[in-house]
C-alpha cells in the first residue's frame, strides 16, 4: 500500500532507538513498509563535510523520499526545548516540496528524546509538528486510549508523540513503556495513512 517516512535525527543512538520502536509498529499494519532515514550533522566549521552517503547505517534522505511516503514520522533528541539543528537544517531546504504540496494531506507525527523528564519533551514535540503543519500534513499523535499513556510513568509518553528519557549521560535503555508508545505511533500513523489510501 505505501511507505512511512520514518524521518530522524540521533546524536548518541537514543532516538535511533526510538525510530527502530515506531518502525516496527508501522509494520504491523498489512500493506505499509517504514523507510527509515537520517540526515547528515551539521558542524560550524565550514570546511568540513559529510560525505554523500553515510558510511555505514541508515542512508541520508532525500526529497523522493517525501515524495513518495504516504505519511512522515519525524524524530529528534531535544535541544533547549527544540528540535536538533541537522534535523531542522533538512527541514529548511522544503521549499520546493511545500511549494508543491508534496506532504500536503498526510498524516504526520513525531517523536523525541531527552536527558530528563523535565528536559522539554513537549516543546521539542511541537517544535517539529510546526512544519508538518506548514506542509499541510495532518497531526497525529497518541491517543490516551493507547495502553500505557495513562499509567504511571517516570519515563516518556505524551499524546503530542512518543519520547524517551535517556538519562543525563544518554545512558538508560528505552523503557518497556517508550518501546510499547513508539509502537503504537508507528502504527497509528500507518492505520490512518492505510485508511486515506482507501
Not at 35 to 63: F, I, K, L, M, Q
Not at 71 to 93: V, W, Y
Request: charged fraction near 20%; include cysteine; glycine fraction near 12%.
Amino acid at each position: 500500500m505505501g511507505d512511512i517516512l520514518i524521518l530522524y535525527y540521533s546524536a548518541n543512538g537514543a532516538t535511533a532507538a526510538l525510530a527502530n520502536e515506531v518502525a516496527r509498529g508501522v509494520a504491523r499494519v498489512d500493506g505499509m513498509h517504514a523507510r527509515v532515514r537520517t540526515v547528515a550533522r551539521v558542524s560550524p566549521n565550514t570546511e568540513a563535510s559529510e560525505p554523500a552517503v553515510p558510511v555505514e547505517g541508515v542512508p541520508y534522505v532525500d526529497h523522493d523520499d517525501l515524495e513518495d511516503c504516504c505519511g512522515l514520522i519525524l524524530g529528534s533528541p531535544t535541544r533547549f526545548g527544540n528540535m536538533a539543528a541537522p534535523l531542522k537544517h533538512f527541514i529548511d531546504t522544503l521549499s520546493g516540496p511545500w511549494l508543491s504540496g508534496t506532504l500536503n494531506d498526510k498524516p504526520g507525527a513525531v517523536f523525541t528524546s531527552t536527558g530528563s523528564l523535565h528536559g522539554g519533551q513537549e516543546t521539542t514535540l511541537m517544535s517539529m509538528m510546526l512544519p508538518l503543519i506548514h506542509h499541510g500534513m495532518l497531526i497525529t499523535g497518541l491517543t490516551y486510549t493507547a495502553d500505557d499513556l495513562l499509567a504511571e510513568t517516570d519515563s516518556g509518553g505524551t499524546p503530542y508523540g512518543a519520547s524517551h528519557v535517556s538519562g543525563a549521560m544518554g545512558d538508560r535503555d528505552l523503557t518497556e513503556i517508550e518501546r510499547k508508545l513508539a509502537r503504537n505511533l508507528g502504527e497509528r500513523v500507518a492505520r490512518v495513512a492505510a485508511r486515506m489510501a482507501d
